[in-house]
């Protein structure tokens, strides 16, 4: 077994990104990458910079901008991918180079329509093209688990010898089990003859639920790698989850005698962040960075761990960031006080927008007896909110009772200086509210969802809203935060009709070759 620390390749801002309800604007991207150089990731996978020229340019962007992790930029085994992964990436101070190419019989049969020989050419041509750019290659074959040992270990020994320093096995679907995974890794370990060059890397979906655990059972096998998401994120069910596998290899290091090199004290933050810039909420009992991760409600429980903590809790809270007591906050706390605690959430002052948070926080106390964490959590990553051409700057709604209508009228700023205002009545305030103001930007768009939960405790908590629209055949999501239902439900609109008008506005659509994207 090797001491060598694990590496984490961190997949968020492109597997993660790229799976529907998770896509993020370039800026998003980058505040993501800072805190995943933050949360200390060996490597940060920031694109598919040939899908398209938003993708290029926000590998660019985090390739000039982010010290610390390798970037890496996932290509197809084909001239134009590699090409524009070597151009988004030549700023970076270390930089690799992803390549991949099915080698399944169904992926070979059904989609590439191509030989086993076909396939080996390809891949060794592409880990070829991509040394001639940067000197770390990564080379996957997709579907791996489904793909036959012996060509497997065959297409290895190739890419190895053509230059890939990682070689990584994908579970593309979900398919496999622990014991499939260990047993193959060890096949890979004693069957690919130079397999002493390359790092062995795993990427496993989450399609049964086993993305963590055949995760770990490929470091026990032996991988020196393993690819994952940020709260598991990803295409279909998910990714194997950054934070569950890093705590437990440092939770379980008598078992798995592994380590990796990252701050897990940053782990919450970034959890935190990421839903706050994507919109969609963690699930209360999510392991590691869940709100019942460490959470005791049961009279016993709370018995045990008040008398010692590791009767119920086999990792402490702060470990991942997550504090154990709340810091009594109001409406009187000055500045220094509400900076040194956002910092102390794990959050760095940096790079947010201090003087934007504290007004937010000053007009939040006024309306509360207490702020708690997770009310200045909302207030931080509420900042990653996506920008946009309009503004509300007038909102009333007037509830009915029994068979009268309620109604709504609003008033929206467009960032030419137009005031559009309209009234509306609708089946309740939200639906009146609604309906004025999609009437007042002339957007066609259709209400489809609206999720809302408490994001603290308390008759005066804040509501954190999740808003769901269709425009045209897309489906938009905006979300927002506030003490007001109402006005959390009609911040969510206005973030999906900006990202619609910002889809109307935009001047170069994608182009007509751009590669669909993979999930590997």
Request: proline share 3%; with cysteine.
């Amino acid at each position: 077994m090797s001491s060598q620390p694990v590496r984490i390749f961190d997949t968020t801002l492109r597997d993660g990104e790229q799976s529907p309800g998770f896509s993020m604007t370039q800026p998003q991207k980058l505040r993501m990458a800072q805190m995943l150089a933050a949360l200390r990731v060996d490597v940060i996978e920031a694109g598919f910079a040939a899908a398209s020229e938003g993708d290029f340019n926000c590998v660019r962007s985090i390739a000039s901008e982010i010290e610390g992790p390798t970037i890496c930029s996932l290509s197809r085994c084909n001239p134009g991918d590699i090409e524009a992964s070597g151009r988004a990436l030549e700023t970076a101070a270390a930089k690799r180079i992803h390549v991949f190419i099915a080698t399944s019989p169904i992926h070979r049969e059904h989609k590439l329509k191509m030989s086993r020989e076909q396939v080996l050419e390809q891949a060794v041509g592409g880990v070829k093209m991509a040394r001639e750019l940067v000197d770390d290659v990564e080379f996957s074959a997709e579907d791996a688990i489904r793909t036959e040992p012996e060509f497997l270990i065959e297409v290895f020994e190739a890419v190895i010898a053509a230059g890939a320093g990682t070689i990584n096995i994908p579970d593309t679907v979900g398919y496999t089990t622990p014991g499939e995974m260990g047993r193959l890794v060890s096949q890979i370990r004693q069957g690919v003859g130079n397999i002493d060059q390359a790092v062995i890397s795993t990427h496993c979906h989450n399609d049964l639920g086993m993305a963590v655990a055949n995760s770990l059972s490929a470091v026990e096998a032996g991988a020196g790698q393993i690819e994952c998401t940020i709260n598991g994120i990803g295409e279909r069910a998910g990714n194997a989850s950054l934070e569950e596998i890093v705590m437990a290899l440092r939770t379980r290091a008598d078992h798995y005698g592994r380590q990796t090199n990252i701050d897990t004290t940053k782990l919450h933050p970034a959890s935190r962040l990421l839903a706050g810039i994507t919109g969609t909420f963690v699930a209360r009992n999510k392991a590691i960075v869940g709100d019942n991760a460490f959470a005791h409600e049961a009279g016993i429980h709370q018995h045990g761990v008040l008398e010692h903590a590791e009767t119920y809790e086999i990792m402490k809270p702060e470990d991942v960031g997550v504090q154990k007591s709340d810091l009594v906050l109001g409406k009187h706390s000055g500045r220094h006080a509400v900076s040194d605690r956002i910092k102390a959430l794990g959050f760095d002052v940096e790079n947010v927008d201090m003087a934007s948070v504290f007004k937010s926080f000053k007009a939040l106390a006024d309306r509360k007896k207490r702020i708690y964490d997770a009310d200045l959590e909302a207030l931080v990553t509420g900042q990653a909110a996506r920008g946009g051409p309009w503004q509300l700057s007038a909102l009333r709604v007037v509830s009915g009772s029994g068979e009268e209508d309620a109604s709504a009228s609003v008033s929206l700023t467009h960032e030419s200086g137009e005031v559009h205002s309209e009234e509306s009545s609708g089946d309740g305030p939200l639906d009146a509210a609604f309906k004025a103001m999609i009437r007042a930007t002339g957007l066609a768009l259709r209400v489809s969802g609206l999720a809302v939960r408490s994001v603290t405790q308390g008759e005066d908590a804040q509501g954190e809203a999740e808003v769901r629209a269709q425009w045209g055949e897309s489906e938009l999501k905006g979300t927002g935060v506030s003490t007001d239902i109402i006005a959390a439900s009609t911040q969510g609109l206005l973030e999906i009709i900006n990202a619609a008008s910002r889809q109307v506005n935009r001047q170069s659509p994608p182009r007509e070759d751009a590669p669909a994207r993979n999930s590997v």
